[in-house]
């Protein structure tokens, strides 16, 4: 079955860019899509289509897929950011697949 | 504006049917493209998908539970309805609905979640 890995734990300064890497088998050949959930709170689509922010996100937020890994980039990143993140794709079924989530520190 | 509830019983007991009902507002699952996804989150753990049914009626299910699930709309009512049989304490969790947007193909706007204990 088609699976996501993504790290448990990713640190970061504020002020500072984090990276959140999601791996999967020939991922680059599928869309990926980012969520952040704030603790307590429902999840919030923050990346579509590898790259592509809906209305609302701040533009520091970005993403890349190529290959077998996604990546999630937070340049300058603030305390608000603190929250799990999960990547999300389609397996060849149509099915939805969610990578294990990231939870993202800011010290 | 988009806005997707959950509801359904709190609590059920082991080997119960679990029925939980997403009702939505701002839009309309006879629009192509348009989907409905349900996904539950354990306490302390990750987002899992459950199933999705889209405005043509395509159903899909998580593998893993397919034999327990079935997802059902009723689009003269705005309310997409999930069955889960023979439920476990396992299945304790947040169980959320959420729109599939056409041309994302993500999910992109999700409901507040509904608690679900499953305890004898």
């Known amino acids: 079955s088609f699976e996501l890995t993504q790290p448990p734990s990713v640190s970061v300064s504020p002020g500072q860019t984090a990276s959140i890497t999601c791996s999967g088998d020939r991922l680059g050949d599928k869309y990926v899509c980012w969520y952040q959930q704030p603790p307590g709170q429902s999840p919030i689509l923050i990346i579509y289509?590898?790259?592509k922010r809906p209305s609302g996100i701040p533009e520091r937020f970005s993403g890349s897929n190529s290959g077998n890994t996604a990546t999630l980039t937070i340049s300058g990143t603030q305390a608000m950011d603190e929250a799990d993140y999960y990547c999300?794709?389609?397996?060849?079924?149509?099915?939805?697949?969610f990578g294990r989530g990231t939870k993202l520190t800011v010290l | 504006q988009i806005t997707l509830k959950e509801s359904g019983p709190t609590l059920v007991k082991p080997t119960q049917t679990l029925t939980l009902t997403c009702t939505f507002s701002?839009?309309?699952?006879?629009?192509?493209?348009?989907?409905v996804g349900w996904i539950r989150q354990p306490p302390g753990k990750a987002l899992e998908w459950l199933a999705l049914i889209y405005w043509d009626d395509d159903k899909r299910y998580s593998p893993s539970l397919k034999s327990r699930l079935t997802v059902t709309k009723d689009t003269s009512k705005n309310q997409v309805v999930l069955t889960m049989t023979n439920m476990d304490p396992v299945d304790t969790a947040t169980y959320y609905c959420?729109?599939?947007?056409?041309?994302?193909?993500?999910?992109?706007?999700w409901g507040q979640g509904t608690t679900v204990t499953v305890s004898s």
């Open positions: 701002g839009f309309s699952l006879s629009s192509s493209g348009v989907g």
């Open positions: 289509q590898d790259t």
């Open positions: 959420a729109h599939r947007h056409s041309y994302y193909s993500a999910m992109d706007v």
């Open positions: 999300q794709a389609w397996d060849s079924s149509a099915a939805v697949v």
